[in-house]
């Protein structure tokens, strides 16, 4: 059975924005499945709803064969909601966070405090069950929006954006709680636009666009379509079009060349055929990310999707590159 099952889900918020038009997928038992795409995709409307936070205009939602609008109660009892935002008051203590979370599920007060101890231990935030939460830096914040997310016993956890905005020691701890989490048995859904977390943290991944799914399939499979590099070479003088013909580059201006090179095919030979035609590269950037130029392959031209941000990790730069493992 799928912890996850969502079905032909639309929103149109009031308004008129269509921020989902159809959207399906699943997500297996004991997955971690990344649901990836530019800021605008409809990632947080999608979660919101399988939260409920987020009325749908239509679809179905059911969380291991439970569905949220027939059965709600017993939907929402296995998921667990990591929020991208702190919501707690900054004057709660740790351990009445976790415990009164539990609460609000019907847990037994004594239970529900044998269980706070029992996942404040796993996030290491023990030492801490006392504190205000204000007091708390921001990685053990997150830390403990995680653990009251865990509070009943979620077998489904989705996450909003955990690492948007974090500094990398940070993700790097989230990253490494959230396997801890998966390996343990349950199942975690997350949405995010880095590639590089998808690719390093999930085992499947949805890239949303539009409010559309382009492709629900496991990461491995996704990354095979990343087997060509589009690129950008600069020489200190005009490339003959021969030499653009012979490499199946384009020029776009004299000592500029658009190319595309299978990473089969390697860049060093590509540079050795440049040099023995007498052409000296002084400069190399990449022409898309790879994440947009999965888009190419996956939508077949459209690389650029809904209004990514000036700073957008994935669709507007490359700054999450270095943050790779
Ligand atoms: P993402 O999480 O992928 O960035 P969202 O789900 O937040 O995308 O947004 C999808 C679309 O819905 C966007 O066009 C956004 O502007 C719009 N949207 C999101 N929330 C609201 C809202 N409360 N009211 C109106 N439009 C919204």
Redesign the pocket.
Known sequence: MDALSVRELS?V???G????DGVSFSVGEGDFYALL????????????IIAGL?RKTSGTVSVFGRDLDSSTMAAKSLIGLVPQDFDFSQFDRVFDVVVNQAGLYGMRRALARQRAEQILRRVELWEKRNAETRELSGGMKRRLLIARALAHNPKLLIL??PTAGVDINVRRATWDLLRLINRSGTAIIL?T?YLEEAETLCRSVGI?NH?RIVTSTTIDDLMSLAEKEDIILYSDSAIPTEAAERLGGTLVGARTMELSVAHSRGLNSVFAELDSMGVRIIGMKNRLNRLESLFMHLTGGEAKS??PAEDDPVFGGDAAEGDRE
């Open positions: 929103k918020y009031k308004g924005v269509k921020a989902l795409g530019p800021n605008g995709a409809g990632k947080s409307t999608t979660i919101g987020v909003d954006e949405t636009h949303i409010g809904s209004a």
